[in-house]
């Protein structure tokens, strides 16, 4: 992978991570459209580059993750990882197979469109803030499962899990953001703990440089998202998903090749 690659890879996963289109997904389509090889070191990068999308999280949410310790917020972080964490362990092999089809990633980017033009007619937000109990954040990370599947977007499965369990789109959105970091953390903890006896001189270089875009990209994004969330809801996200969707069906409908290489 060359440095040019990592850091479209890069800016794809800072700018999707915590919108709900997909980051999984996006780092498919255009991993595709250039014909990025899929060994395993660009599978472990497009795991491993949400390390600098975590960090971003951890920065901007200083206060609630380091200097105001609350072993209750981490308790609760802890629940809600669980399902993932054993769901994720059980399907690894499954979940990598599901990484190398476009296919899966284009039905399920058009199916969860319709979800989110929806979702604010199904589920009523409200806009205050309320506490959070330990059933409801396990019941966020039963949600979080759902993402396991290439396409469907962790952040939109975890925030509609919020909005679900009663608390407002900021709220949910800001939950989300916080599970993402222990999720994803152990999600590029154990791929590369699989394949770090491959890693070459070069691949660290090419690691690090996409993890620092992805943190940049990843902080200007979730600062944008909230506030766009606050306003205007899904369907904005929803109509580019369901787009994105039918323009994928149409080019492999057609005979255009853009299943990994």
Partial sequence: MS???????????????????????????????????HDEFVKMFTVNIQFGAILSVVVLYWKRFVKDIDLNFYLKLFIAFIPAAVFGFLLNDLIDSMLENVYVVAITLLL??????????????????????????????????????????????????????GFSRKQAAEFSFFLAVPTMAAAGGYKLLKTYDSIGAEDVKVLLFGNAVAFVVAMIAIKFFIGFLTRYGFKVFGYYRIALGLLLLALMASGYKLDIV
């Avoid at 996963?13 to 780092?27: C, D, I, K, N, Q």
């Avoid at 604010?120 to 806009?127: H, L, Q, Y």
């Avoid at 977007?153 to 919020?162: H, L, P, V």
């Fill in 3 to 37: 440095f040019w690659e990592a850091f479209v890879l890069a800016v794809v996963e800072g700018l999707t991570e915590f919108l709900p289109v997909s980051s999984t997904g996006h780092m498919i389509i255009v991993s595709s459209f250039m014909g990025i090889g």
């Fill in 112 to 165: 969860g469109g319709i979800v989110l033009v929806f979702i604010d007619k199904w589920i009523n937000a409200p806009v205050g803030e309320k506490n959070m109990s330990f059933a409801q954040a396990f019941k966020i990370g039963l949600f979080q499962c759902i993402a396991m599947i290439p396409g469907v977007s962790r952040s939109a499965a975890t925030i509609i899990g919020g909005m679900a369990q």
